[in-house]
């Protein structure tokens, strides 16, 4: 059973900056998207930001309208790492994040995975992120 781990979260101020890290296991000579998802208390799990992984080096990054311009998505192929960096953070980014992959054979399925992120289907824990003053 593939296993997602988080790390990074944490209570900050509003403008503040977070780093998230998610280990995940190898897929070697496969297609995968590997995504951020968060829930905020009382909603519906959102996709924030993912990334398609290609065979070799190719890669692709997909965000959401909130992301955009924030949050940078990343990953570290040699650690099997992926990271989430967020800057600007505002009380609505309060939840909890998940890390979540899942098979995907081409860049526009990851960006559908990111919007309809219920279809991921290996999931972290996830770790808490809090922005309040």
């Known amino acids: 059973q593939a296993h997602l781990a988080e790390s990074g979260g944490g209570s900050v101020q509003p403008g503040g900056s977070l780093r998230l890290s998610c280990d995940y296991p190898?897929?070697?000579?496969?297609?995968?998207?590997l995504g951020w998802v968060r829930q905020a208390p009382g909603k519906e799990r959102e996709g924030v930001a993912a990334?398609?992984?290609?065979?070799?080096?190719?890669?692709?990054?997909h965000y959401s309208p909130s992301a955009v311009g924030r949050f940078t998505i990343s990953r570290d192929y040699d650690k099997n790492s992926m990271y989430l960096q967020m800057n600007n953070l505002k009380p609505e980014d309060t939840g909890t994040y998940y890390c979540?992959?899942?098979?995907?054979?081409?860049?526009?399925?990851?960006?559908?995975?990111?919007?309809?992120?219920?279809?991921?289907?290996?999931w972290g824990q996830g770790t808490q992120v809090a922005v309040s003053s």
């Open positions: 979540a992959a899942a098979r995907a054979d081409d860049t526009g399925s990851c960006y559908r995975l990111n919007n309809q992120p219920a279809d991921f289907d290996i």
């Open positions: 190898g897929y070697p000579n496969s297609r995968v998207c």
């Open positions: 990334i398609w992984i290609g065979l070799g080096s190719t890669y692709y990054v």
